[in-house]
């Protein structure tokens, strides 16, 4: 088995968790999703979280979850809220405590696989239809991207299975 410490990073919908899960099964290691380990150690849920404490509540209660995982985990595939790598440092957290990994994923993608849970979504969910869903999505990576693309890979929608990853690691972890 491989030493092996992938963040993942992107948009929500751009499928962190969905390929995280694969990771870590193919490299033997644990999976962890930020929001849930952050749901799990506050007992409630995100939605909860932003109503009662608001954004900036969150956002440094997920910074502390970041760093108490990074440090507790050596080895792991871990899926991170969308807009993680851009509040508190976290991009450099994640650059120096494992292989952070770009999920691209074009924005009508997104639109398909998030419009029907946007409403649970506490950032999305005063959005009145899909068009003003695809408009915040645009908006969003517009601001986001430029903390993404820090990532040393980048994997592409169309292209990103656990397998086209692991070959991704694999040639980047050689040429370290």
Do not use: W
Not at 105 to 134: F, G, Q
């Amino acid at each position: 088995m491989l030493n092996v410490k992938i963040h993942l990073i992107g948009m929500p919908g751009s499928g962190k968790t969905t390929l995280g899960r694969g990771l870590a099964v193919a490299y033997e290691v644990p999976f962890l999703d930020l929001d849930e380990e952050l749901v799990r150690q506050e007992g409630r849920s995100i939605p909860a979280i932003f109503e009662a404490e608001g954004e900036a509540y969150f956002r440094e209660r997920e910074a502390a979850v970041l760093r108490d995982v990074a440090a507790r985990y050596p080895q792991m595939v871990l899926a991170t809220g969308g807009g993680t790598p851009c509040f508190h440092n976290n991009l450099a957290v994640l650059l120096e405590t494992g292989l952070t990994l770009y999920l691209d994923v074009p924005v009508a993608t997104l639109v398909s696989r998030v419009v029907a849970v946007a409403k649970s979504r506490p950032l999305l969910a005063a959005l009145p239809d899909a068009a003003a869903l695809e408009a915040r999505l645009r908006e969003t990576l517009q601001v986001r991207k430029q903390f993404y693309e820090q990532a040393p890979l980048r994997c592409e929608a169309s292209t990103c299975t656990v397998a086209a990853v692991r070959q991704l690691v694999a040639r980047y972890q050689t040429s370290a």
